[in-house]
């Protein structure tokens, strides 16, 4: 079954450090690929997404991503983290016409 | 645009009770979908449409009823609630499935 993983519940990193979210996902084709952003008491918004071409994507509020076939990997990065990215983070695959949702990433950032 | 508009925001229910959760999208989008959130398991697909008149199961349907009479609208019935039903439930929408879905800000439900 189609499944996708982040191996971290919660990340603590202080402000202006470097970040970086894993996501892992079983499929057995290029899948499409998502990065959602939740702040508190908030809907999803969209971080960024990959469906085909250049394996590294650039997103909203300085985030990126690369696709790693060999590893089945598609992690969320960013250079320097800022107060306002403490939210839960949440890594998507499309299998058929929908979503499977990974169980999420909290990220607090300390000052 | 407005987007994905969900109402309520909060609701308190006992258990047996009936209610609907609304959805409406003013994007002109096929494609509509119910999720509910728990904690640490991320988003689960209850139901889903493709189009007006057309619905079907995701992940975890039990419990909940859809229609889809319009391509704007996309309520969510539970028939007798149970407090396993207690969530956050969210309502999204996209030019096909596989597009950028598009999220509402979310109901809070609570069955006591």
């Known amino acids: 079954a189609q499944s996708v993983t982040q191996p971290d519940i919660h990340i603590t990193v202080s402000e202006g450090a470097s970040l970086e979210l894993r996501c892992n996902y079983s499929?057995?084709?290029?899948?499409?690929l998502f990065w959602y952003v939740q702040s508190p008491g908030q809907g999803l918004q969209l971080l960024l997404k990959?469906?085909?071409?250049?394996?590294l994507v650039q997103g909203i509020k300085g985030f990126e991503a690369e696709f790693k076939r060999s590893q089945s990997s598609f992690n969320l990065r960013k250079p320097s983290v800022h107060w306002s990215d403490a939210a839960e983070y949440f890594c998507?695959?499309?299998?058929?016409?929908?979503?499977?949702f990974g169980p999420g990433t909290r990220l607090s950032v300390l000052p | 645009n407005a987007g994905v508009t969900q109402t309520p925001k909060f609701q308190v229910l006992k258990t047996g009770q009936s209610m609907t959760l609304q959805c409406a999208q003013d994007?002109?989008?096929?494609?509509m979908s119910w999720y509910r959130q728990d904690p640490g398991m991320g988003l689960r697909l209850i139901h889903y449409?493709?189009?007006?008149?057309?619905?079907d199961q995701g992940e975890v349907p039990n419990g909940y009823n859809v229609s889809r009479s319009t391509t704007e609208d996309f309520p969510l019935r539970l028939l007798s609630a149970a407090p396993s039903q207690t969530s956050v439930y969210f309502c999204?929408?996209?030019?096909?499935?596989?597009?950028?879905?598009?999220f509402g800000p979310g109901t809070r439900l609570t069955v006591t």
């Open positions: 999204a929408s996209s030019y096909a499935g596989r597009n950028e879905q598009y």
């Open positions: 499929y057995g084709a290029t899948p499409y």
């Open positions: 990959y469906f085909s071409g250049d394996t």
């Open positions: 998507a695959v499309v299998r058929g016409q929908n979503f499977v």
């Open positions: 994007m002109n989008h096929e494609y």
């Open positions: 449409s493709v189009g007006a008149g057309i619905t």
